[in-house]
């Protein structure tokens, strides 16, 4: 016959370790710090919730989360910056501080977009930021329509809004190519990825728009519990 616990002894066991579990919990709840841990369980729970309520941590991020189509144009950036809600509000930013140059920039890398995903594809970049969404190639002619809508709008010498560009040998090297393509030649990878290259000049990213992003940021409004409880049912 095997030895075991007398049945009062089993049954105060018992009761023991279900007090001491409910006086562990009770101590984790009242040691709750209401904003210091909720600010951080928001950021836990929120980074596997693609609404989570606080905006994207980098340029990179707000770019990605727009979601821009192939089919954008210049005539269609603004509706597509308006229909993202950060992109929106960063926009509304620099529009309150008169900051037009970095209003242009903006447009600007929201309409390149689908060449820099095509060359990603191409070159079989990484996904950008880990993301799971699969970039296709653009058609050649969405190829062409895209560069030459971005260089009349943001490189040439007859536009009303010319980016910031320092590097005056890449610019003469995509006039090349927008005079070739319109004497229908075909443009190929390495005019796109030139292309691509001037999201990256210092005019544009590091002395231009990022750090502005970045003061943007440290304004942004940080997300209330509602919103934290919210985004996470």
């Not at 009303?160 to 075909?186: C, Y």
């Amino acid at each position: 016959m095997q030895a075991g616990f007398p049945m009062g002894s089993l049954g105060g066991l018992l009761q023991q370790n279900i007090y001491s579990h409910g006086k562990s919990l009770l101590s984790d709840f009242y040691e709750f710090d209401l904003g210091r841990d909720m600010g951080n369980y928001c950021s836990f729970a929120g980074s596997g919730n693609k609404k989570a309520p606080s905006p994207p941590h980098t340029l990179e991020e707000l770019l990605y989360e727009v979601g821009v189509k192939d089919d954008i144009s210049a005539a269609t950036v603004d509706q597509v910056i308006g229909s993202s809600p950060w992109a929106n509000k960063f926009r509304l930013y620099l529009k309150s501080r008169n900051l037009s140059g970095d209003e242009t920039i903006l447009r600007f890398l929201v309409l390149i977009q689908p060449l820099k995903s095509c060359a990603n594809f191409n070159n079989n970049h990484a996904q950008i930021l880990g993301h799971s969404k699969i970039h296709h190639g653009l058609t050649e002619s969405d190829r062409k329509r895209l560069f030459m809508d971005i260089f009349d709008t943001f490189l040439s010498e007859d536009s009303e809004d010319v980016l910031p560009l320092s590097n005056q040998a890449l610019w003469g090297d995509l006039l090349a190519t927008s005079n070739s393509i319109k004497a229908g030649l075909p443009v190929s990878m390495e005019s796109i990825i030139e292309i691509i290259q001037v999201r990256k000049d210092p005019g544009v990213w590091d002395e231009g728009i990022e750090p502005t992003y970045m003061r943007f940021l440290k304004q942004a409004p940080p997300p209330t519990l509602t919103a934290c409880i919210l985004s996470i049912l």
